[in-house]
């Protein structure tokens, strides 16, 4: 029929009908082009906002996602609606509207269910405040998707995760106050994992003096050497040129290492608090 209003009323001979009438509202079909996040944990609770036309504010605006039950939607306007994923199982499914609770659209437009991801570790466990540490992210049920990042923080910025395996994934930490926050993957950039997973920043590592500066190629000589941000850390070391030495900690001002056998020649002295940034 043409959209609009028409006007319902009954016969029970196919001749007389009946004086009352009701009135019946034809509308545009409704159509769901894109979904966003286009997938969400098995457990649920993801929220979805659905684009496409013909939506009605009406309080029988519902979704559905596969054969699950619908659920109450929110009606934004008539290109968008918002409503919350129930729990499922894992796998893509057609995620539909109605306008009247009844009739669905047939769009077969695809909202995927992921297995809850968790984090269970991270390598290395801290870095310096101006961030630049390449943190591998290891755990279960990690998925490659253009969506996967990493969350410094809960209130803290996302950055992009490479994808290595279902169990591991890599990010690079960005500057960050001193101190300790939670390390969360997200597939969606919605729904984040919530293990708590902890990442230390602390200060820069900064070396302002070695004594003595001098010693034989044969290696063994204790240096001690001076400056700021040292860690008590089982990942302390002092690099000379290639090669690295574990150091010992002093005071956050001051450690010490012993050379190693060396070519003759100058080498440059670097230190790190986690083993991997210098």
Not at 173 to 178: D, G
């Amino acid at each position: 029929s043409d959209v609009g209003d028409a006007s319902l009323s009954i016969t029970n001979n196919g001749v007389d009908y009946s004086s009352a009438s009701v009135k019946f509202t034809f509308r545009g079909d409704a159509r769901v082009s894109s979904v966003a996040p286009r997938g969400g944990f098995t457990s649920g609770g993801a929220t979805v906002l659905v684009t496409g036309s013909g939506f009605t504010n009406a309080s029988s605006l519902a979704c559905k996602f596969g054969s699950k039950a619908a659920t109450k939607a929110e009606f934004v306007s008539a290109v968008a609606v918002r409503c919350t994923a129930p729990a499922s199982d894992a796998g893509s499914v057609a995620l539909e509207v109605s306008n009247n609770g009844l009739d669905f659209t047939k769009d077969s437009v695809q909202f995927q269910y992921l297995a809850s991801a968790a984090v269970s570790s991270l390598t290395p466990t801290s870095g310096p405040v101006s961030g630049g540490s390449v943190v591998t992210v290891h755990g279960f049920n990690f998925v490659d998707s253009d969506s996967l990042h990493c969350r410094f923080g809960g209130n803290g910025a996302a950055v992009s995760a490479r994808w290595i395996s279902s169990s591991k994934v890599e990010c690079v930490a960005p500057a960050h106050t001193k101190g300790s926050v939670a390390v969360e993957v997200t597939m969606n950039n919605a729904d984040y994992t919530n293990n708590g997973v902890s990442f230390d920043f602390v200060d820069d590592a900064l070396l302002a003096s070695v004594t003595p500066t001098i010693g034989p190629s044969s290696g063994g000589t204790t240096l001690t050497l001076k400056g700021s941000g040292f860690a008590f850390s089982p990942n302390l070391r002092v690099r000379f040129g290639l090669h690295s030495v574990p150091a010992t900690f002093v005071s956050s001002t001051e450690i010490r290492c012993v050379t190693q056998a060396s070519d003759v020649g100058d080498a440059s002295l670097s230190i790190t608090n986690n083993g991997v940034d210098y």
